[in-house]
């Protein structure tokens, strides 16, 4: 595997179900990230770890709860959510000492019944 | 003021011509541009980024950068139909922690044959 991976790459959920996205990062980077993306909306920056520690949470709904249990892999766990979370779900991963190039999961297509 | 400004388009530009994308930003303190390339249904991918004013070329691709006009463009010399995309630009504001960088909503660049 090279790059950035996601899992699943559709899930379908209904309001009630609990689930969990997957995220591994091939590139030795330290910084890890989850953004949603929505129809024509910009990309919202979620969560960011550093270093596996959670340094940023932009306002996201408890609903939403991430964890990073070592600098390769990420995980947002989902639990009771709104069909207003149906979206692309994108996990990016950098490298904090350099340029702070981003570099992209393919990302996780979640739709909420 | 939004952080990052991009004109949402379309941007249709006959094949062959040179593709101009725009986007300002409102940190004056800003270090670290990019621009990604975001085809229909899939994840943003990296295609440049740039530190220092002036131009920086790669391929058909330059990113120009201007700080004290807070101004960073994208030019694609010799449009090709797979150039058509959404292109992002994104900015790593001066007071930001971590690593985030700010995306702005893209540009739908339609290249016609």
């Known amino acids: 595997e090279t790059g950035v991976t996601q899992t699943p790459r559709h899930l379908v959920m209904g309001m009630t179900n609990k689930k969990s996205l997957k995220c591994e990062q091939h590139?030795?980077?330290?910084?890890m990230y989850w953004y949603k993306q929505s129809a024509k909306k910009p990309l919202e920056l979620m969560f960011v770890?550093?270093?596996?520690?959670?340094?940023e949470n932009n306002s996201v709904p408890s609903r939403f709860s991430p964890e990073c249990p070592n600098s390769s892999h990420l995980f947002l766990h989902l639990h009771t959510l709104q069909p207003e979370d149906s979206a692309l779900y994108l996990c990016?991963?950098?490298?904090?000492?350099?340029?702070?190039?981003?570099?992209f999961g393919p990302g996780t297509r979640l739709t909420v019944l | 003021q939004k952080e990052v400004e991009q004109n949402s388009g379309p941007l249709s530009v006959p094949e062959g011509a040179i593709a101009s994308l725009n986007c300002t930003y409102s940190d004056r303190g800003s270090q670290s541009f990019f621009w990604y390339r975001q085809y229909s249904g899939k994840s943003p991918e990296l295609i440049m980024f740039i530190y220092s004013n002036g131009d920086k070329e790669d391929g058909r691709f330059t990113a120009q950068l201007n700080k004290a006009s807070q101004y960073v463009s994208l030019l694609i010399r010799d449009s090709q139909p797979s150039d058509s995309a959404t292109y992002l630009c994104?900015?790593?504001?001066?007071?930001?922690?971590?690593?985030?960088?700010?995306f702005g909503s893209g540009t739908r660049l339609s290249i016609r044959p």
């Open positions: 770890y550093s270093l596996e520690e959670r340094v």
């Open positions: 990016a991963s950098s490298q904090l000492q350099g340029g702070n190039e981003q570099f």
């Open positions: 994104a900015v790593s504001p001066a007071h930001s922690s971590a690593s985030k960088i700010i």
């Open positions: 590139l030795g980077h330290n910084a």
